[in-house]
Nanobody
Framework: QLQAFGGGLVQPGGSLRLSCAAS????????IGWFRQAPGKEREFVAA??????YYAESVKGRFTISRDNAKNGVYLQMNSLKPEDTGVYYC??????????????????WGQGTLVTVSS
C-alpha cells in the first residue's frame, strides 16, 4: 500500500516536498513514479526512479527532483520554482515497468490516494 502526502497551497516560485510512503511491503524492487492530474485533464507522468536512475517529464526537468530512501521505504519529490500549471492532484505509483514504459500510467500496479498541490497567489 502506498500513501502520498505533503501537498498544500504554495505561491508561484515556491517549493514543496511530496512523500510517498509504502507499507506492507518494500519498494526497493519497484519503479516508483509520480503522476499528476490537473482539473479537467488526464493524469500525466511527472517523474520516476528506477534502481539508481531518475526520469522526468520535460515540463518539470530542472525544477523537480525525485529521490528514494530504501531504508525508510519512501520516495520523495522535491518541487522547486513551482508554477500555476503544476497545480493538480499528485499520485505515486509502483511499477515493474522497463525503462521504455515507465511513463505509462497503465504500467503501474499500486497507487497512493493522491495529494493536492495548488500553486496560486
Amino acid at each position: 500500500q502506498l500513501q502520498a502526502f505533503g501537498g498544500g497551497l504554495v505561491q508561484p516560485g515556491g517549493s514543496l516536498r511530496l512523500s510517498c510512503a509504502a507499507s506492507g511491503g518494500t519498494i526497493s524492487s519497484y519503479t516508483i513514479g509520480w503522476f499528476r492530474q490537473a482539473p479537467g485533464k488526464e493524469r500525466e507522468f511527472v517523474a520516476a526512479v528506477r534502481t539508481g536512475n531518475t526520469y522526468y517529464a520535460e515540463s518539470v526537468k530542472g525544477r523537480f527532483t525525485i529521490s528514494r530512501d530504501n531504508a525508510k521505504n519512501g520516495v520523495y519529490l522535491q518541487m522547486n520554482s513551482l508554477k500555476p500549471e503544476d497545480t493538480g492532484v499528485y499520485y505515486c505509483g509502483a511499477s515493474r515497468a522497463i525503462v521504455s514504459a515507465l511513463r505509462r500510467e497503465n504500467m503501474y500496479i499500486y497507487w497512493g490516494q493522491g495529494t493536492l498541490v495548488t500553486v496560486s497567489s
